[in-house]
Every structure is written in structure tokens, then in C-alpha cells.
């Protein structure tokens, strides 16, 4: 695949397995403690195939290369934005085939479905990103993303009962 060879293009239901079998690459890197990589894309692997069913309303793209293989995808639901409830999407998954990396796809991709967000009516995107993610960080952060509120979490395993 050279650097140029990919199309973006709306997703259909016979693009499910393949979108389900990149999914792992959500988790695929240093992933912060105590979280197991399946948990990372689990929920979105239900949501794609909620939406091939036709029981999601999902905006989906996928990445295609030159072979018609899909090689990277991105799925946004619109919903209200979580404090003002103006109409807003998230950006629920954006993965990519390891062969994909550094050809500008996620950042295509990404360009997409803020398209077709806002074509929706959305008037903001918002997008979760583990912190120790540093390289979906930085792509978020060139897109004009902001990191707005932190999530802390704590184990209670280790709190006494007294």
C-alpha cells in the first residue's frame, strides 16, 4: 500500500467484519493499569453490529486500499453535547490497519466524519482518549480538539471497610 492509496467512503453492512477485526487496534498500545484491552473496544464492536443491523444510527466510514480491503474506519453517533444538550456528535471509534499508520488516513478519516457530523446538524464533536494514548492525543490535538475535563478513577479494592 503506498501513502496515497486509500479511499474514504461511507460504510455498509458488508464492511462489518472487517471493521470488527480492527477494532482491537483501539487497545494497542501501553494500556493504563488494570484495564484489560478487550474492554477498550468491546462496546464499540456492539455498537457496529447494532448498526448493521439497522439499530443504531451511526455515521460510519471506512478506509478502503486499492484491493477494496478496509484498512481503517471511524464511527460517530450524534447525541447532545454532555453539558450545554446542543446537538453534537462523538467520535465512538476512529482504527486503523497497522499498514495504515503514517499516511495521513486518520486524519482523513477524521476529517470525514466531522463532515458528515456537522452536514447532521452537530455543532460539536466529542471524542474519549485515554491519556497515556499519546499518539491519538497528538492526532486529536493537531484536528483543533481540546482536552476539556479528566475523568479520575480509583480501584476500591484496596479501600478498608472500616
Not at 443491523?53 to 455515521?59: A, N, P, T, W
Request: charged share 30%.
Amino acid at each position: 500500500m503506498s501513502d496515497t492509496d486509500f479511499l474514504i467512503i461511507g460504510a455498509e453492512a458488508r464492511h462489518l467484519d472487517a471493521m470488527l477485526a480492527l477494532l482491537p487496534r483501539l487497545a494497542d498500545y501501553d494500556n493504563p493499569p488494570r484495564r484489560n484491552a478487550p474492554d477498550l473496544w468491546r462496546h464499540d464492536a456492539e455498537v457496529l453490529k447494532q448498526w448493521a443491523s439497522g439499530d443504531e444510527q451511526c455515521i460510519v466510514h471506512v478506509a478502503v486500499d486499492d484491493d477494496d480491503d478496509v484498512v481503517g474506519l471511524s464511527v460517530v453517533r450524534l447525541r447532545p453535547e454532555l453539558l450545554s444538550e446542543e446537538p453534537s456528535a462523538h467520535l465512538e471509534a476512529l482504527a486503523l490497519d497497522k499498514r495504515a499508520e503514517g499516511k495521513g488516513m486518520a486524519k482523513a478519516l477524521l476529517a470525514a466524519a466531522e463532515r458528515a457530523a456537522k452536514a447532521e446538524g452537530a455543532l460539536t464533536m466529542t471524542l474519549h482518549v485515554f491519556a497515556v494514548n499519546e499518539r491519538a492525543r497528538r492526532l486529536y490535538e493537531r484536528a483543533g480538539y481540546d482536552g476539556e475535563l479528566m475523568r479520575y478513577i480509583k480501584q476500591l479494592d484496596d479501600v478498608s471497610d472500616a
